[in-house]
């Protein structure tokens, strides 16, 4: 592997350590780099008894469920173990009324199931964040984290996503 310089990391990239910048060169080497956190479970898409994705939160200082992200398709062992785990939200869930949209740019709405938000997981997610401080990127399924409550999991540090 290039001996990289930290120093001269950019938006797209890493610089090889030594190496100056030459326009129109191709010079720069994607890293992309990722980090396991822990998440609450506020809704799915597909349905409890299979969840295909999930939505993902963190509650901040006030108590709020903010929206940090959504996950890649779970693997289908993932999706069955989850199905017990997961309670029909009770009246009055943080997202109720939320639209989300279905990709990135989209207008198009996502089909959910809201969940009661006291499963907490831990998901492999990019470094970048968007304008709001939610992940830009999906996570990716790590595993379930029983031995956690919600209030284990970090506060959320971003903007009010509500």
């Known amino acids: 592997m290039a001996d990289l310089?930290?120093?001269?990391?950019?938006?797209?990239g890493l610089q090889e350590a030594g190496q100056p910048y030459e326009a129109a060169v191709?010079?720069?080497?994607?890293?992309?780099?990722r980090e396991t956190e822990e998440a609450v479970i506020g809704a799915v898409t597909g349905s409890m008894a299979l969840p295909r994705?999930?939505?993902?939160?963190?509650?901040?200082?006030?108590?709020r469920l903010q929206y940090t992200g959504r996950s890649t398709t779970l693997p289908q062992a993932a999706g069955r173990a989850l199905t017990d785990l997961l309670a029909p939200a009770a009246p009055g869930h943080p997202w109720t009324g939320?639209?989300?949209?279905?990709?990135?740019?989209?207008?198009e709405p996502l089909h959910v199931?809201?969940?009661?938000?006291?499963?907490?997981?831990?998901?492999?997610?990019?470094?970048?964040?968007d304008s709001a401080?939610?992940?830009?990127?999906?996570?990716r399924w790590h595993q379930s984290r029983p031995d956690l409550?919600?209030?284990?999991?970090?506060?959320?540090?971003?903007?009010?996503?509500?």
């Open 5 to 12: 310089d930290p120093g001269r990391s950019g938006r797209g």
């Open 26 to 33: 191709r010079g720069w080497r994607k890293y992309k780099v």
């Open 53 to 63: 994705t999930l939505l993902q939160g963190r509650y901040d200082t006030v108590g």
């Open 98 to 107: 939320w639209t989300f949209s279905a990709a990135w740019g989209s207008r």
């Open 113 to 129: 199931t809201l969940v009661q938000p006291g499963r907490v997981v831990e998901v492999a997610v990019d470094v970048a964040r």
């Open 133 to 139: 401080g939610r992940w830009r990127h999906p996570a």
């Open 149 to 162: 409550t919600v209030v284990d999991v970090p506060h959320w540090t971003g903007k009010p996503t509500g």
